[in-house]
Each structure stands twice: as C-alpha cells, then as structure tokens.
C-alpha cells in the first residue's frame, strides 16, 4: 500500500486508512520523544497537555515554551481548561502560532487537574465541559476534537454523553478510551463501549485502552469499527509500536526483531534529544525516567538499571548503555 498520509482527519474519514495515534502523555511525550517517536514510524500525536490558562496568561512561566514548541512542531495540541473566556483565548493563540487541531481533554483524573475544574472533573458537569468545547469550536478554523472515558463514576456514562455533545457542537473526531475515570487504568477497556459509540456518532471515533501489540491494535479496529487507534502506555519505552502497527494492518508486516544493540541506540538517540533540549537538571530526569520503560524486557538487568536511574553524569549513562548494546553482560556494565 501507498505510504498513508500526515493529514489526520482525511485518514479518519477513509474507511480504508487504519490510522494508528501516539497518545498524548503527560510527561511522557515531550518534545524530545516526540522526535523519537517520529523517527520510529509514528504519524499522528499530540503536544500533551497544554494549560488554557497559561497560553492565555503572557507572565506565566510556561507560556513560551508551549507556544515555541507548537510553532516548531506544528502538530495537534491537547489543551485543558475550565474557564470557556480563557479556554477560547488559548485556542486562537494555539491556532494562530500553528496548531494543527485542538484536542480538548475531558477524561484526565490527575488530581491536581481535577481539582481546578478540568479534565475528568468536566464530566461531572457537562453544562460547563459544554460551555467550554463551544467556545473552542467557535474560536478556530482548525479542527477541533474531544478526549475522554466512558464515564467518571464506575456506573455512568457521562463521558459518552460528553461525546454526543461533542458530536452536535461540530468536533471532527472524539477519542474514547474503554475505562472509567475511577477505574485509571484497572481492569480491562470496554470495547463494547466504544462499538457503541461508533455505531450511534456520524463522527469518527478513535478507540484507545489496552493496546500493546499490532495484534491488539488490529482487534481494536475489528472489534469496535473504530476510524483510528490510539496508544498509550504501550508506546513507553517502545517507540516502534504505532509505525508498527501500521505496517502490520496496512501491508501485514510482522513487528522486526529488534536486539540490545537497536533498543541502546534509540536509547542514545533519545538521551541526546533530552540533553540538546533541557538546559537544567531536567536533562537528567526527564530521560532518567524512560530507562526503566526500554529495559522492561530484559532479564537480569535490576542491577543496570538501578545504576542507569541513580547516575547524575551523562556521558557515564551514555557509556552503560552503549556497553548494553555491545552485548556485554549486563552486571559486568556496572562499575
């Protein structure tokens, strides 16, 4: 098959496109995996987690940040917020600066995030999460799309509810992930829920939850008719998986085999896309954090990685895992 296209919303739309979604993680997908993330295969993802307020707000501390990396990017954005005033002000400036969606996050139950009114706590008073998705929707030209769980209670569905509202006010896709926003990531995502989402909208429904293999993905779009997948734990410390996802339901290519040597030099690639990005003593934990995620695989490594998330120098990091990739033992690499 032809090599799919980046236009998103063109690809939802195409019954015969499986497009396959980076999830945006707070935390996780930062500027740095995002460029690893590209370069291992993956189309679509988003700069997570942008706070409404802070775009909208010129003295706050974030607000450069935000917008430098939308501006170099140009990718989708997700946005949080719960004031409809300031969550269009931040929309218009996202647009403006080269968003290419707006995602508005309504499933979020971290609870710094839920205590300012945002995320999952929405669902819990859709006349606001209303409010708030309209003034987006009014103040773009860009698309605009809704994230969210089924429900934030373990017995409602508001989040489904927050869908059909989604739906009517002219969002181009909602993202449904299988889970309440009790559950976290307990027990196993509804796909029911999702089937049903798809056969009730006349907007595409990205499905997410529980998807760790092309083979989980592929039981995704089969199981649910979903119009795109999207990943998101899965793609920890396994930056191949949404472009091998792909391959697999587009042109049935098995994921490759990949040894110590081509996980060590992503790895590399990825510290060095941390050190050239932070200048504080986030060039240390922000990658600190993905080790444990790329060695999660490998027996016998405890002794490694406990050394590899307590080491401060990162040219000793940097020399631990190029020694991994070499194939030497393991407990011989630390000193």
Same mark, same amino acid.
């Given at each position: 098959?032809?090599?799919?296209?980046?236009?998103?919303?063109?690809?939802?739309?195409?019954?015969?496109?499986?497009?396959?979604?980076?999830?945006?993680?707070?935390?996780?997908?930062?500027?740095?995996?995002?460029?690893?993330?590209?370069?291992?295969?993956?189309?679509?993802?988003?700069?997570?987690?942008?706070?409404?307020?802070?775009?909208?707000?010129?003295?706050?501390?974030?607000?450069?940040?935000? =917008?430098?990396?939308?501006?170099?990017?140009?990718?989708?954005?997700?946005?949080?917020?719960?004031?409809?005033?300031?969550?269009?002000?931040?929309?218009?400036?996202?647009?403006?600066?080269?968003?290419?969606?707006?995602?508005?996050?309504?499933?979020?139950?971290?609870?710094?995030?839920?205590?300012?009114?945002?995320?999952?706590?929405?669902?819990?008073?859709?006349?606001?999460? !209303? /409010?708030?998705?309209?003034?987006?929707?009014?103040?773009?030209?860009?698309?605009?799309?809704?994230?969210?769980?089924?429900?934030?209670?373990?017995?409602?569905?508001?989040?489904?509810?927050?869908?059909?509202?989604?739906?009517?006010?002219?969002?181009?896709?909602?993202?449904?992930?299988?889970? !309440?926003?009790?559950?976290?990531?307990?027990?196993?995502?509804?796909?029911?829920?999702?089937?049903?989402?798809?056969?009730?909208?006349?907007?595409?429904?990205?499905?997410?939850?529980?998807?760790?293999?092309?083979?989980?993905?592929?039981?995704?779009?089969?199981? !649910? +008719?979903?119009? +795109?997948?999207?990943?998101?734990?899965?793609?920890?410390?396994?930056?191949?998986?949404?472009?091998?996802?792909?391959?697999?339901?587009?042109?049935?290519?098995?994921?490759?085999?990949?040894?110590?040597?081509?996980?060590?030099?992503?790895?590399?690639?990825?510290?060095?896309?941390? =050190?050239?990005?932070?200048?504080?003593?986030?060039?240390?934990?922000?990658?600190?954090?993905?080790?444990?995620?790329?060695?999660?695989?490998?027996?016998?490594?405890?002794?490694?990685?406990?050394?590899?998330?307590? /080491?401060?120098?990162?040219?000793?990091?940097?020399?631990?895992?190029? /020694?991994?990739?070499?194939?030497?033992?393991?407990?011989?690499?630390?000193?």
């Amino acid at each position: 098959m032809d090599t799919p296209s980046d236009n998103l919303l063109e690809r939802l739309l195409d019954r015969s496109e499986f497009p396959v979604c980076a999830a945006p993680l707070a935390g996780w997908t930062d500027a740095p995996y995002r460029r690893i993330l590209r370069k291992c295969g993956a189309r679509h993802m988003w700069i997570p987690f942008i706070s409404t307020h802070a775009v909208a707000n010129p003295k706050s501390k974030n607000r450069d940040e935000y =917008l430098s990396q939308v501006a170099d990017e140009k990718e989708h954005v997700q946005v949080f917020g719960a004031v409809p005033e300031i969550c269009a002000e931040a929309a218009a400036i996202l647009e403006e600066t080269g968003a290419k969606s707006i995602d508005f996050n309504v499933g979020c139950s971290v609870p710094k995030i839920h205590k300012s009114g945002g995320g999952s706590a929405l669902l819990r008073n859709l006349n606001l999460m !209303t /409010e708030n998705l309209k003034a987006i929707i009014e103040s773009v030209s860009i698309p605009v799309s809704l994230k969210t769980r089924i429900g934030f209670y373990d017995d409602d569905e508001s989040g489904l509810e927050a869908c059909r509202i989604a739906a009517d006010l002219g969002c181009a896709w909602v993202t449904l992930h299988g889970r !309440t926003a009790r559950q976290g990531f307990d027990g196993e995502a509804d796909r029911q829920a999702i089937s049903s989402l798809v056969d009730e909208l006349s907007i595409p429904v990205i499905g997410n939850g529980d998807i760790s293999s092309p083979q989980d993905a592929l039981r995704m779009f089969e199981t !649910t +008719g979903c119009a +795109g997948v999207m990943i998101g734990r899965g793609i920890m410390g396994d930056p191949w998986l949404v472009g091998d996802c792909e391959n697999f339901i587009r042109n049935g290519q098995p994921r490759p085999d990949r040894d110590r040597s081509d996980v060590a030099e992503i790895m590399l690639e990825h510290q060095r896309e941390v =050190l050239n990005q932070y200048s504080d003593k986030r060039r240390v934990w922000e990658f600190r954090k993905h080790i444990a995620k790329y060695l999660r695989n490998y027996p016998q490594v405890s002794k490694l990685r406990g050394a590899l998330v307590r /080491e401060n120098d990162p040219d000793e990091v940097a020399r631990m895992i190029r /020694e991994f990739g070499e194939g030497r033992p393991p407990d011989a690499i630390v000193n």
